[in-house]
C-alpha cells in the first residue's frame, strides 16, 4: 500500500510538473510575447515593462525563474490587472467557484445515487424507465444549453430567480442546478448498471435467505457494493464541475475563479491563464491521486500492484 | 489362412428420398460477423430510430443547404431582426409585384442573416469537427494500442505511463492554452503562400484538431490494446507466424481486424463527446472564426438577446442535443450489436 501512494503521488508530481512545462513553453509561442496585444507602447516602456516581468532574459534563464517562483507557490503578477499577483487573484475568486462548485458535486451524488438505485430495484417498470429517459437526456444536454433554458424560465419568464450575481441563496439555485445535471444523469447510470450487477451476486440471495429484510439488504448489502462505481468517478466529476465553471459562471456573472479565467483569454492575461492552469491542473491531478488511493482503501478485493 | 469377408447391404446405396433431403438442407444461411450485428441492431428500437434522425441530420446539414437559397453570410439589406416566417417591407413589395421570396423559417440575426441556413451551417460545422476529430482519434489510439499491446514486455511498459501521464493531464485546460497560444504563429502562418487553406479552415479548428490529436486518443489506445492482449493470444495469430507473416502484417491483418466492433463502437461513441468539446470552445469564442457559424457559437451570440429572440437560442440549443443525443443512442445500440462484451 505505501509503494502504491508513493507511486501515485510521484507520478502526479511528474505530472504537475510537466503541465507547468507545458504551460510556460506554449505560452512563449506567442510572438512577442504576454505584451503583443497592448497597443501604442513607447519602446521605453515596453523595455521598462519587458525588464519587470523578466522578459529580457533567455527564456532558459526565464524558465527556471518561474518553476523556482511555481516551487514557492509565487504564480507571478497579473499583466492586466495592474499591481495584483495572480496568487491573490486566485486566492480571492476560487473559493467562489468551489462554493458553487461543491454544492454541485453534492447535489449530483445526492441525486444520481438514489435515482440509479431506484431505477435498478424498479427494473422495467415506469420509475426505472422515466430515469433512464431523465439520464439518457441529461447526458446529452450541453451545460450552456441547461444554464440557458433555465435562465429563460425561470428568470425571464416566471420572475423568481435572479440572473446574474451571488448574494443570496436564490442566486445558487440556477448554477447548482446546471452545473449538476450532467454529473447527476451519469451517476445515475453508473448507479443503475452497478446495482443491477450487485443485485444478480449471490450473496444477495444468501442474504435474502438467511431471513435479511428487503431493505437491510439492499442498503447494507448492495448500495456499499454498488457505490465503488460513483467512487471513481469523483475524479473526472471534479474536473467537470471545474470546466463547466467556465460556462456556468460566464453566463450567471458569477465573479468565480472559471469567468476570471474566460476573461483572462479574452483579455490575453497571460500570467494570469499560465497560473491559473497550472493551478486548476494541481488541483485536478491531487483529486485524482487521493480518489485512487480512497478506492483501493474502501475495496479489498481490488489487489494492489 | 483366414479369410476376411464381409456383405454390403443394398439398402445403403439406394437413392436418398425426398425427406431424408429436407433433412439436410440448410435452412438458414451462414450469418456472418456484419449480418449478425446488423440483425441485431434492426431489432433495437431505440437504435434504429437514432440512425434515422443521424442520417436525416446529415441529409439537413450536408444536402439542404447546397440548394437553399440563401447563404450563411449572406446579409440581406433591410431584413435584420426578422422573426420566424416574417417577411421585411422589400420582400412583401416583391411579393405583391409577383416576384418570389423563399420565407425566413427561423428568421434572420441582427445582420440580416437567414438563420435556418446559418444553425445548418452550424450543425454541419459541429459534424466535421465531431467526424474528423473521431477519425483522428481512431487512427492514433488504435496505432498506439495495437503496438502496445502487440509487443508487450517494457515497449507496454513504457508506452502506457506515456498513456496514464496523459489521461491525468486536464485537457480542456490543454485545449484552451494551445488555442490561445496557437492563435497569432498560425495567422501569421496562414497569410504566407501555400498556407491560406489554414484560413479557410480557420485558426482555432486547427487548434481543436491538434490538440484532438494529442491527447484524446489515450482512451482509445487504452481499449485498443486491451483487446489485442486477448486477441494475440489465439491461434491463428500463433499460425500466422509460423507462416512467416511481419508484425505489420499480423497487427493489420488480424488482430485490428478482429476488434473492429470496438473501433466502430468506440469512435461512434467519440463523436458526441467530440462534438460536446466544439460547442464548448465556441461557446467561450475558441470555436470556429467568423463568419463561419457553429452550434456554440450561435448560441453564446444569441445569449444577449434571450429576451426578445428566445428561438435563436433554442434553435442551435436543440440541434446540438439532438445530434449528441442521437449519436450516443447510435453508439449504445452499436454496442450491443457489435460488442456485447463492452457493455458496462
Redesign the interface.
Known sequence: MGRYIIKRIGMAVVTIFAVATITFFVMNMVPGGPFMAEKAVSPQAQAALEAKFGLDKPLSEQYITYMKDLLHGDLGLSVKQRGRTVNQIIASKFPVSARVGGMAILLAVMTGVPLGSIAAYRRGKLADNIIIVFSTSGIAVPNFVTCTILMYIFSLKLGLLPTYGLTSWKHYVMPVAALALYPSSYIARLMRSSMLDVMGQDYMRTARAKGVSQMVSLFKHALRNAILPVVTYLGPLLAYTLTGSFIVEKIFTIPGLGSEFVGSITSRDYPLIMGTTIFLAALMVTMNVLVDIAYKLIDPRIKLK | MAKLSFQLNADDFLPASASEKESLVVMRESVGFWKDGFRRLKRNKIAMVSLVVVILVLFISFVIPQFYPYTYEQQIRGSENLAPMQYSQTELTTMETGGKVFPHILGTDNLGRDYAIRVMMGSRVSLVVGIIASVLILFIGSLYGSIAGYFGGWVDLVMMRIV??IY???D???I???S??????LK?LAVKPGFQWIQVVGVNLISIFVVFALLYWVGMARIVRSQILILKEQEYVTAAKALGASSGRIIRKHLLKNCIGTLIVTTTLQI?SSI?TE??LS????GVNAPMPSL?SL??AA?NG??SY?YR??AP?LA??LI??SF??LGDGLRDAFDPKLK?
Not at chain 2, 180 to 185: C, F, K, L, R, S
Not at chain 2, 283 to 286: A, D, M, P, V
Open positions: 496514464d501521464m491525468t493531464v486536464p480542456i485546460l490543454i484552451i492554452l494551445l490561445v497560444a496557437m492563435d497569432q504563429p501569421a458526441p460536446f460547442s464548448f461557446f467561450l469564442g475558441l456554440g448560441a453564446s445569449l434571450m429576451n428566445p437560442l433554442f440549443a446540438i442535443s449528441i443525443l450516443n443512442l458496462d
